[in-house]
């Protein structure tokens, strides 16, 4: 489940009297200053720590017994998706409910462990402020990608291709650029010549698929990420102002560090 979409779920978990959620932030983002040596380990190891001490110290065994197998499975997750992280991870765990929710993201958060009797969302609800729902659009001759986020989480990843006998533009899932290449050199020379000649007419067609995506997807922004030509000409044809815009050709780069690029 996105993570955005889980806010109202987590507002409803609720122990009672007793404490029973461990939400987890961790910053383990390798481009701030204090995480060059990897430091995320140890506040990860002392937050953790500090948690079972204060339980220890009020003696009720059921919460240590319970907290202690939530610690292991949250150390665990983390240490074993090493490779995964990103900026980020946040973690919701309890044994009420079966409470398990882990997201590895592209932005940064203020390291903090809690254990309460409800899952603490302050965070969550300030990246959801801040990184709201939003359409990269990454237009490229022939071919427009689309990438739908919130949050530095990729929740779908769409392509559009461009057919010069008909006029339109036709959504094909899972098939990006690079498995195009062997179409040949000509194929692409005549594509460039057409769209050179009639860009803004056919990318006023796909503007159309973007903005019916935006009413869609609940879009709060719309960034657009191509060749600066490329880029100014799909604006142009947008009844929408788009947030940002970066002139790079990245329709070939994986989808996150794409989401890099945007959002740092």
């Known amino acids: 489940m996105a993570l955005m979409n889980e806010l109202n779920d987590l507002k409803n978990v609720n122990c009672a009297d007793n404490e029973c959620v461990l939400s987890v932030y961790l910053n383990t983002d390798p481009a701030n200053q204090d995480q060059q040596k990897g430091e995320w380990k140890i506040r990860l190891k002392n937050g953790l720590k500090r948690i079972q001490e204060y339980l220890e110290a009020s ?105 010069p006998g008909n006029e339109e533009w036709t959504f094909k899932e899972g098939l990006a650029s690079s498995d195009r290449i062997a179409s040949g050199a000509s194929h692409v020379d005549k594509i460039q010549q057409r769209f050179e000649e009639n860009r803004h007419r056919f990318y006023k067609k796909m503007a159309t698929n973007v903005e019916k995506l935006k009413k869609e997807r609940d879009w709060q922004e719309v960034h657009l990420v191509g060749e600066k030509d490329m880029i100014r000409t799909f604006e142009n044809s947008l009844n929408i102002k788009p947030a940002g815009m970066i002139g790079k050709n990245l329709n070939n780069t994986d989808p996150t560090k794409v989401l890099e690029e945007v959002f740092n």
Not at 116 to 133: A, G, I
């Open 59 to 163: 003696g009720n065994e059921d919460q240590i017994k319970s907290y202690k197998r939530l610690k292991k499975k949250v150390d665990d997750e983390i240490q074993s998706n090493r490779t995964r992280l990103q900026k980020s991870v946040v973690i919701f765990a309890s044994g009420h409910d079966d409470l398990w929710r882990v997201h590895y993201l592209q932005v940064p958060v203020e390291t903090s462990f809690h254990w309460e009797s409800y899952p603490v969302t302050d965070q969550l609800e300030k990246l959801q402020r801040d990184y709201p729902r939003s359409g990269v659009i990454m237009p490229n001759l022939d071919e427009v990608r689309i990438l739908d986020t919130s949050l530095g989480e990729l929740h779908d990843e769409r392509t559009y291709l461009f057919d």
